[in-house]
């Protein structure tokens, strides 16, 4: 395996409580394990657009887009990281 492949991150190393005063806050955030729209909704049983609909406003999701021209169709990705990805599950748990 090459230096530069990308090696998957143990969760249980990833996720790590992070106070919000913590200058290191980000760096924690950056290293952990991002999902993919595909994955949550192959996680949680539900379609993309759910999953789209119910990370595209929360704080902490990676979002990149392309505005759509006359000729191109717009396109926007979303990265979930694995705390936010906890955090809205632990929301959810609650409402229900």
Known sequence: MSDFA????E???AFRPVSAGSPLGSADF??????SV????KLWALSEKTVRRIFEREPGVIQ?????T?????????????T?????????????
């Open 64 to 68: 990149w887009s392309r505005e759509e």
């Open 84 to 96: 936010v990805l906890h955090r809205v599950h632990r929301k959810l748990r609650k409402a229900s």
């Open 38 to 41: 595909n994955e949550i909704a």
């Open 70 to 82: 006359l000729h191109k169709r717009g396109y926007r990705t979303l990265r979930v990281p694995e």
């Open 6 to 9: 990308r090696r998957p991150i």
């Open 11 to 13: 969760p249980s190393l």
């Open 30 to 35: 950056a290293n952990e394990k991002h999902y």
